[in-house]
């Protein structure tokens, strides 16, 4: 599918961010049972010809026809480019605006509105932007100039009244417009990933807009404001343009003939695909929220893309007249395990703040079982806080394979092992009699998993880790469904406490801005005791690694629901992240991180799922790679 907001990364935490570090999705997006043969074979997800290929962005411009209609599940409640913090919703402002840059099939900065954007100062403290010439705004707002981007940020974003969905994004942040198309922008706080963090990324706005608002300090007023709300003003900084928003029904465009990148491609050999774009006569994004029709549309040839649920994807594989695209994504499937004062809910103690016993429980769930069997293959295995499709995955670290029974650790002698090492290390009376752990009167100890009521793979996969605890570890573990909504807001979040504070490691530890995901110190719970759960998923932020300080920059950091309290030096690692003035020194602290979560598995680590795209076989553009939908204004049907 074409690119979305959903994957935005920061060093500070915004409203954006929220949406993108947590994803209901887990084990949510997967179902069913093991199938014959691989799943992932490329010889049958992509049947015939060059479906599945990146475009060759330096071919001729292909013919222009139909209609590209794709579906979706969920409407959204605004497309105001400044309000909006919803992934559908981006996608659908993205068919009529582009940004500044996004990022091609090698990871590198494909530039749209922007011609360059370049660090400067060579240390990540200041980096120039340069604008396109040819980027005009609807009548009568004129050209798109650096004065539109840095009146934007100074009068709106670094404003305390508009609140706007990027506003955090601009702390530290000084912006100037040193020319008509030239900005440039010193951070406070250096980062020589910055284009990573996607904080640059800025719809263009006209400023004559913007004015009265800004005058009056409205800020409902311009969240209501027509022109935002139906895109009139983009003129042709968008591949379409958007005729018409139906609440709840989805979105319809046309063609947008001015649009700037057609004289990039007639400029630019290498870019000559985009010389006559966009390749369809208009585009549709429907709503419908049921799952079924939305697979149904698909089959039945209605609709050119489709977001396919796991146990629905192999037929469709095997279906020549459909083409089926893997994606990789960032959000990871966990096992999430209570380290606060409610959790451990057997009897005494709580032996999930023991290392060596999160280790256990690594040990102690086959992941290629795990894939294999719930997830349907559509998953790659979990070991450390990043994909390895990232550029910062620690590929020459030795990682430790928990879970993996053919390289790894796995199995019942080296869970219990490792479970041993963590009775050892507390005081409470809990022992292996026989296979099976007891507790301090005796009896089998017995936990408790919580999964998505919803989600009949949250339950396959509840049922499969209880029998793994059972035959590994020697613990009962009862799965149980709960509502997600309710899970979320009586059992992973609580009332903060402001100034609240606890001793760790002879040092005091303030969480002085606590948040309701980490409310404070492990004596800070919330309102319901659990044990584990399958519920949530989180963002490993694979461009901008710098961002999982949210979750790992000590015990009170911004995101930390489950009480980890790290005992490698996390915070120095992120720090020297932050320090770093090369992508080599950035390199080395990530790897201090990522081989630290290797062992310390703060949530224990299971898989990272695909996004399973159903495609008409005649659409060409979408491929298997996390970038796919870079190049949206390319795709056409195929012109054989």
């Excluded at 990364?9 to 954006?16: N, P």
């Excluded at 010389?275 to 939305?294: H, K, M, S, V």
């Excluded at 040839?301 to 396919?308: A, H, M, P, S």
């Excluded at 605890?469 to 799965?479: P, Q, S």
């Amino acid at each position: 599918m074409p690119p979305d907001s959903a994957e935005f990364a920061h060093t500070g935490i915004s409203r954006r961010q929220w949406l993108s570090a947590m994803g209901v999705a887990g084990v949510t997006a997967a179902a069913g049972c093991a199938d014959e043969g691989d799943p992932t074979d490329d010889d049958d997800a992509v049947p015939a010809g060059d479906q599945g290929a990146q475009l060759d962005l330096s071919r001729d411009p292909p013919p222009v026809e139909g209609t590209y209609h794709a579906v979706q599940g969920s409407s959204f409640d605004t497309i105001n480019p400044l309000y909006n913090t919803e992934s559908g919703a981006g996608t659908a402002i993205g068919y009529a605006l582009d940004q500044g840059y996004t990022f091609d099939g090698e990871n590198e900065v494909f530039p749209l509105l922007l011609e360059t954007i370049e660090d400067v100062a060579g240390d990540g403290s200041e980096w120039r932007i340069q604008f396109r010439e040819n980027l005009e705004f609807s009548d009568p707002y004129g050209a798109y100039t650096a004065d539109d981007y840095v009146y934007l940020i100074q009068e709106v974003h670094q404003s305390d009244w508009a609140n706007t969905a990027n506003a955090t994004d601009w702390q530290g942040v000084e912006v100037e417009a040193t020319g008509e198309l030239e900005v440039h922008a010193r951070l406070a706080d250096p980062n020589i990933i910055w284009p990573e963090t996607f904080d640059p990324l800025e719809y263009p706005i006209p400023k004559d807009l913007l004015e009265p608002y800004v005058a009056e300090e409205d800020a409902a007023g311009l969240r209501e404001h027509e022109e935002l709300l139906d895109l009139s003003f983009a003129g042709n900084l968008g591949p379409y343009t958007l005729e018409e928003w139906i609440r709840d029904g989805g979105t319809r465009y046309v063609r947008n003939d001015e649009y700037y990148l057609r004289e990039v491609g007639e400029r630019n050999d290498d870019r000559s695909l985009f010389g006559n774009a966009p390749y369809f006569e208009d585009a549709t994004i429907q709503i419908l929220d049921e799952e079924a029709q939305r697979v149904q549309a698909l089959a039945q040839g209605e609709t050119d893309n489709v977001t396919l649920p796991p146990d629905r994807a192999q037929e469709f594989i095997e279906d020549e007249e459909i083409m089926v695209i893997l994606e990789p994504t960032p959000f990871n499937t966990i096992l999430s395990v209570n380290m606060r004062d409610n959790g451990w809910t057997h009897g005494p103690g709580n032996l999930f703040t023991v290392t060596a016993f999160r280790q256990a429980i690594a040990a102690a769930i086959n992941k290629e079982e795990f894939i294999e069997g719930i997830l349907r293959g559509f998953a790659e295995p979990h070991f450390t806080w990043q994909p390895e499709f990232s550029e910062w995955f620690p590929e020459d670290l030795e990682l430790t394979r928990w879970g993996d029974p053919n390289d790894g650790v796995y199995g019942p002698e080296a869970a219990r092992q490792l479970a041993e090492e963590a009775l050892d290390q507390i005081d409470e009376d809990y022992s292996y009699d026989g296979d099976v752990l007891v507790g301090p009167e005796g009896n089998q100890v017995e936990l408790t998993v919580l999964y998505n009521a919803a989600s009949e793979t949250q339950e396959l996969a509840a049922d499969f880790i209880a029998r793994e605890f059972e035959n590994n570890l020697g613990i009962e573990l009862d799965a149980e469904p709960i509502d997600g909504t309710t899970f979320s807001e009586n059992y992973w979040q609580a009332e903060p406490e402001p100034g609240s504070s606890t001793e760790i490691d002879g040092e005091e530890v303030v969480w002085e801005e606590p948040a309701p995901q980490n409310p404070g110190p492990r004596s800070v719970t919330s309102d319901n005791e659990w044990d584990l759960a399958t519920i949530f998923g989180l963002n490993t932020y694979p461009r901008n690694p710098i961002t999982n300080q949210v979750f790992f920059d000590g015990p009170n950091s911004q995101y930390n629901p489950v009480g980890y309290y790290p005992e490698f030096d996390a915070a120095g690692a992120l720090q020297g992240m932050r320090n770093a003035e090369t992508r080599d020194e950035l390199t080395e602290a990530a790897e201090e991180l990522f081989a630290g979560l290797n062992e310390e598995q703060p949530y224990i680590m299971l898989a990272f799922g695909d996004d399973i795209e159903g495609y008409q076989p005649d659409i060409r553009g979408p491929f298997e790679n996390f970038s796919s939908g870079f190049d949206f204004a390319g795709w056409h049907r195929d012109d054989r």
